[in-house]
């Protein structure tokens, strides 16, 4: 299941504890695919907190807590880790990350925790839903197989990787747009994540979280190409930055950006890598002139250009990035309106 409806069914789950009706939620998936993310990206749009609790690092006493001797018998000290309302607040996450990591032990001392909400005497406040990621076997990391009384306690969700998820996340994060553009023309190394290449000892390969990864090292070494096409390497893995070199260094030959969005007469690249590098560029521009005086004009002039460029599929995957981007105030300009029309059949969607 693509992110963004994983993200619509996270915050129904945890909007469902409010009726009791709260089903805890198991998300697979290989590393690097955002799993993690999404659970900390609901608890920041709810603004309630995100317990992790990595039951990996856990012995079953650290989840059950310490015995102590009380008029002759034996209670539990609770572990100051678990959700408390007095001190948590009433409504958060519990996460088990990295649950298919934890010894059976471990995971056996959770069963009761995720069904019934409690262990022995302590209960998890009815605000606070539960979640957990892990990976799959095949996925060369330290895995368990997940034991059916376990599995039975969740609903279970394969994480997909998409690139327009990525796409509106990475502009919503400040991802450098010639990495954007990159991936727009290669869309196969938004991921591609093989076992076999870690059993022959090659450790970094190109994922949505390895990508981010790359934005900083362009950051950092951008103005050393010495170093440049290593630190891309080191980043998503020799063949992923190799092409991610070579296609940065094309963008020389880009054509004047300042021309397009001024209105004036640009060239329009005949190169597919240029084309897609400039689409990517463009809706950088769009987006540092959000909120300025010249916004309606320069957006005006981008969709402009949208037009004017050869493969009709290019044009329409602009301007989905800046509807993406942008939102509603795009849809309000007669340059979009003369687009949509010159563009008839054309669907821009989330």
Known sequence: MRPTQLAQVLETEFLATAESRHTPVMLWGPPGVGKSDLVRQLGQRQGVPVIDLRLSQMEPSDLRGIPFRVD??????????????????????????????????????????????????????????????????????????????????????????????????????????????????????IFDFDPARTLAGEMAFPSPRSWEFAHRALAKFGDRPALLAGALAGCVGQAAGVECAAYLDTLERLPDLDAICAGRDAAVPDEIDLQYAVAAALVGRALRAKGSAEAAQVWSHILDYAERLPLREMGVMLVADLHRSLGAPLLGLPAFKRWAERAAGVLLYD
Request: charge should be negative.
């Open 72 to 189: 002759g018998r034996v209670e539990w000290a609770v572990p100051a880790m678990l959700p408390d309302a007095a001190r948590h607040g009433a409504r958060g996450v519990l996460f088990l990350d990295e649950i298919t990591s934890a010894p059976p032990a471990v995971s056996a001392a959770a069963y009761q925790l995720i069904l019934d909400r409690q262990l022995g005497d302590y209960r998890i406040p009815a605000g606070w839903a539960i979640f957990a990621a892990g990976n799959r076997q095949g996925d060369r990391g330290v895995t368990y197989a997940m034991p059916a009384p376990l599995a039975n306690r969740f609903s279970h969700f394969e994480v997909d990787v998409d690139l327009d998820d990525w796409v509106r996340w990475a502009w919503a994060h400040g991802i450098d747009e010639r990495l954007i553009g990159f991936l727009r023309f290669k869309p196969e190394l």
